[in-house]
DNA sequence: GTCCAGCCGC
DNA sequence: GCGGCCGGAC
């Protein structure tokens, strides 16, 4: 099966061989209502074990990109799939975090937030009556027939279109390529960028995005023997792919959870569910990756994956950036932030940005 | 006109 | 830490 979760306009993109909806019974995916795990015939070179959970492993991430100019950080990780399902918070205990170079602006420690697992019950709830545009958009087929470097390559790109455009414009711009066979390293590496250029519009940045895509296409052919990177930090050396895509790759592309897939969305309800506020300060995250790490202190790993979905739908239905709908939100009485927003956004520049913070 | 939204260059 | 990248929604 090969399904593409094309996004809506900022969401976690596609779920390419696996099946996405379960915690959302919505439509035309009523039928899927448990978790169903890719059937795991291809090799996974991206990590040492497998990522169920089953085993206690060490996790070694290595931040790039934009820590690059200060200094490397190495954060180490260690993460024990927590024991208790829900039943019980999980043993903060169980997650040692150690900084191994000198921080500035980290996170320092992560409790679990109070009543997180009524939030997300809730959230879940709402999710599963609401309809988000994240979860009316089909399904692909296309690619099924895709070998695994093949449809990891998809993935890739998939990824790549779909940050800042629709769901339908990135679904559009797949098939084209895919019809005109350009979705593997090799054609994309022989083709024109022109081309490219043109079959990709009109996805958000097309023109960077060929570029891009032209220079993953040489790495991927080159480094890789047209396969993509098996690891965050050789995705992060990709251009155009950031924090939030490499991890949506790791998770898609090699059924591998490296980390959570953080993007506006999970970053601005994080913050208003007062979920990252760092304690003793009142601070919030500043940015998705503060978010992401400091949510991966505390939050269950096998929460890791769906929390991306949940909050971009509840983000677009309920919990939404501008005016979110407080009054229908039925996890407001634990939410910090709620009925605070300014009611009249109204005239705000640049520069007086204050009233619109969350 | 203003905002979106992830990444990148500055 | 800000603005540019794109087109579309508003």
């Known amino acids: 099966m090969f399904q593409i979760r094309v996004s ?9 061989g696996r099946i996405q909806f379960n915690r959302m019974p919505k439509t035309r995916f009523s039928a899927i209502q448990s978790k169903t795990e890719i059937p795991t015939s291809e090799p996974n070179p991206g990590s040492e074990g497998s990522n169920d959970g089953s085993a206690p492993e060490l996790r070694v991430f290595t931040r790039r990109k934009r820590l690059k100019k200060t200094e490397v950080q190495k954060i180490h990780l260690e993460v024990k799939p927590h024991a ?10 169980e997650f040692t975090y150690t900084k191994v170079s000198a921080s500035t602006n980290s996170i320092d420690t992560g409790k679990p937030p109070a009543n997180w697992e009524k939030v997300l019950e809730g959230i879940r709830k709402m999710r599963s009556s609401e309809d988000a545009p994240v979860d009316s958009m089909g399904c692909e087929k296309a690619g099924s027939a895709l070998p695994p470097k093949e449809r990891r390559f998809a993935v890739l790109v998939s990824s790549l279109l779909s940050s800042q455009t629709k769901d339908h414009v990135n679904h559009g711009a ?46 991927c052919l080159t480094k890789y023997d047209g396969d993509i990177p ?26 591998n959870v490296q980390g959570i897939c953080v993007d506006t969305h999970v970053h601005r309800i994080s913050n208003r569910l007062g979920w990252v506020s760092r304690p003793g300060r009142k601070q919030k995250t500043s940015n998705p990756e503060e978010t992401r790490e400091a949510l991966q202190l505390w939050l269950p790993k096998e929460e890791w994956d769906p929390i991306n979905p949940l909050l ?20 407001s009485e634990f939410c910090p932030s709620a009925f605070k927003e300014a009611s009249s956004p ?13």
């Open 8 to 16: 809506s306009p900022s969401t976690v993109a596609l779920a390419i």
């Open 174 to 219: 797949i098939q084209r390529l895919l019809q005109n066979n350009l979705l593997s390293a090799d054609s994309i590496d022989k083709a024109d960028e022109a081309t490219i250029k043109s079959l990709i519009y009109p996805v958000g940045f097309y023109t960077r995005k060929a570029t891009n895509l032209k220079k993953i296409a040489k790495i």
């Open 230 to 255: 098996s690891s965050l930090d050789e995705l992060l050396s990709l251009p155009g792919i950031g924090p939030k895509m490499a991890h949506l790759v790791m998770n898609v592309g090699w059924n």
């Open 312 to 331: 971009v739908g509840f983000g677009q239905t309920v919990c939404t950036p501008l005016r979110p709908r407080c009054g229908m939100c039925s996890v």
């Open 346 to 358: 109204s005239s705000k520049s640049k520069k007086s940005g204050l009233s619109k913070k969350l």
């Open 84 to 93: 208790p399902k829900l039943a019980a918070p999980p043993d903060i205990e």
